[in-house]
């Protein structure tokens, strides 16, 4: 089993930046690809990014690209998003998961920490 903790979310003003980390125990994260999700009110769980094992792989969201940025420190068993110029449609709850393949595709992923809201104002 692995446990996933999200942290670092809040309030921001568009235009502004924020740091998300997952914080892992239970397992190693070494051989998972990790991934990030979010949720808008009344709407689908979407994806946001993911990073392979060897974080030498990424993909990013049309959205997001060119302003998130998705990161592993394995030694530290965390993973962590940069979230810049960050824009009121970001808005979501926001929820860090592992998986054993390689997927934006939310069913696929097998473990989820419980998520942390990020409030974007206009």
């Known amino acids: 089993q692995v446990q996933l903790v999200e942290s670092g979310g809040g309030l921001v003003q568009a235009g502004g930046s924020l740091r998300l980390s997952c914080a892992a125990s239970?397992?190693?994260?070494?051989?998972?690809?990790m991934g990030w999700f979010r949720q808008a009110p009344g709407k689908e769980r979407e994806f946001v990014a993911w990073?392979?094992?060897?974080?030498?792989?990424?993909e990013y969201a049309e959205p997001v690209k060119g302003r998130f940025t998705i990161s592993r420190d394995d030694a530290k068993n965390t993973m962590y998003l940069q979230m810049n110029s960050l824009k009121p449609e970001d808005t979501a709850v926001y929820y860090c998961a592992a998986a054993y393949v390689v997927s934006r595709v939310s069913s696929e992923y097998d473990y989820w920490g419980q998520g942390t809201q990020i409030t974007v104002s206009s």
């Open positions: 239970g397992r190693t994260l070494t051989y998972f690809t």
């Open positions: 990073i392979a094992w060897s974080g030498g792989v990424v």
